[in-house]
């Protein structure tokens, strides 16, 4: 449950998440715009018809084009600087979705589908490859990137593929 204080700044703050996404899109434009050329290095795609707020700038590696791990690419981009993640919490592992606790001791709400899981356990093999083989995020939402900044990025992203891999 959320106290007053905290309540109060929630109010302030989504008088500001309008102009905050709105800079995070262009921030994202910029990133797309010039990380694009790199060979294996998958962009965020939104369709026309949809939008993104770019609470993490989410990208993949593809395996098949690069032969180096995701982990070499991350570690040689964490040496120049470059604020970046290579994981994230996979729900479906947490202890609640794994024991089936949510409400009450009926399984709520795991007991409302006809569908047996595989040794009683949610899997995602998707998501969990991708997040153990091909993800690598920018914190969008934890700073406020100048121009510099997103330079300095693409920058470090080149320096990193031009050692690792071939420019198109």
Same mark, same amino acid.
């Given at each position: 449950?959320?106290?007053?204080?905290?309540?109060?700044?929630?109010?302030?703050?989504?008088?500001?998440?309008?102009?905050?996404?709105?800079?995070?899109?262009?921030?994202?434009?910029?990133?797309?715009?010039?990380?694009?050329?790199?060979?294996?290095?998958?962009?965020?795609?939104?369709?026309?018809?949809?939008?993104?707020?770019?609470? +993490?700038?989410?990208? *993949?590696?593809?395996?098949? %084009?690069?032969?180096?791990?995701? #982990?070499?690419?991350?570690?040689? $981009? @964490?040496?120049?600087?470059?604020?970046?993640?290579?994981?994230?919490?996979?729900?479906?592992?947490?202890?609640?979705?794994?024991?089936?606790?949510?409400?009450?001791?009926?399984?709520?709400?795991?007991?409302?589908?006809?569908?047996?899981?595989?040794?009683?356990?949610?899997?995602?093999?998707?998501?969990? +490859?991708?997040?153990? *083989?091909?993800?690598?995020? %920018?914190?969008?939402?934890?700073? #406020?990137?100048?121009?510099?900044? $997103? @330079?300095?990025?693409?920058?470090?992203?080149?320096?990193?593929?031009?050692?690792?891999?071939?420019?198109?």
């Amino acid at each position: 449950r959320m106290g007053e204080i905290e309540a109060a700044i929630g109010i302030e703050q989504l008088k500001k998440v309008n102009k905050i996404i709105k800079n995070n899109v262009k921030k994202a434009k910029f990133l797309i715009d010039n990380l694009s050329n790199l060979e294996g290095l998958i962009m965020p795609h939104t369709e026309s018809y949809n939008t993104h707020v770019y609470y +993490y700038f989410a990208m *993949q590696i593809n395996n098949k %084009i690069i032969n180096t791990s995701r #982990d070499e690419i991350f570690n040689a $981009l @964490k040496s120049e600087g470059v604020p970046i993640f290579k994981n994230y919490t996979l729900v479906h592992l947490l202890p609640m979705y794994k024991r089936k606790i949510a409400y009450g001791k009926n399984n709520f709400p795991w007991s409302l589908s006809n569908k047996k899981l595989i040794k009683n356990q949610i899997t995602c093999p998707n998501a969990e +490859y991708l997040n153990s *083989q091909t993800y690598l995020a %920018i914190p969008m939402c934890n700073y #406020d990137y100048s121009r510099k900044d $997103l @330079k300095l990025i693409v920058s470090a992203f080149k320096k990193v593929w031009k050692y690792f891999i071939k420019f198109k």
